[in-house]
């Protein structure tokens, strides 16, 4: 049997061909305020949404789309990898890595989420830890840290 349109799109945003998985994904789904027919079709969404917000830049849908494919498979990890990655696209890498920790929760072993987790990285402890993260000592000094490794590493290039 041949693989459905739904495989091909979900295999296309996995190998991160998501302008071809948009394409797909549009065709199946119709736009980003999609109706389900079949619950293969709640297993798209969240790379629906992954596809649309790496191509489109359009996060609201992209999220809308993510949250419900979770609302929907609360127990795949694939679409909090998916959510985790839009938010990341969007800037929003707090938010990112939350997700990423929820789903770790319920999917220490899964290989997608792993990956996604390892690729946000991990944050420096603030400059000085008593204080706030936030607050302009720490935001000053992480930014001079920053800089400072960032000329290290054009050093080393040289």
Do not use: W
Not at 73 to 99: C, I, M, Q, W
């Amino acid at each position: 049997m041949p693989p459905s349109k739904m495989d091909e799109a979900i295999r296309a945003a996995r190998a991160d061909d998501h302008l071809r998985a948009l394409n797909l994904f549009i065709e199946i789904y119709g736009s980003e305020t999609a109706t389900m027919r079949t619950p293969k079709d709640a297993s798209g969404l969240s790379f629906f949404g992954l596809s649309l917000a790496l191509v489109r830049k359009q996060f609201k849908p992209a999220i809308d789309l993510c949250r419900r494919a979770m609302d929907l498979e609360f127990y795949n990890p694939n679409h909090y990898a998916n959510l985790a990655r839009v938010y990341s696209a969007a800037g929003n890498r707090k938010k990112a890595v939350d997700t990423a920790e929820q789903g770790l929760k319920l999917h220490p072993e899964d290989d997608y989420l792993l990956q996604v987790r390892q690729s946000l990285g991990v944050r420096a402890q603030p400059a000085v830890p008593f204080l706030d993260r936030a607050n302009p000592i720490n935001v000053t000094l992480g930014q001079a840290r920053h800089a400072k490794k960032l000329a290290e590493e054009e050093k080393k290039k040289r």
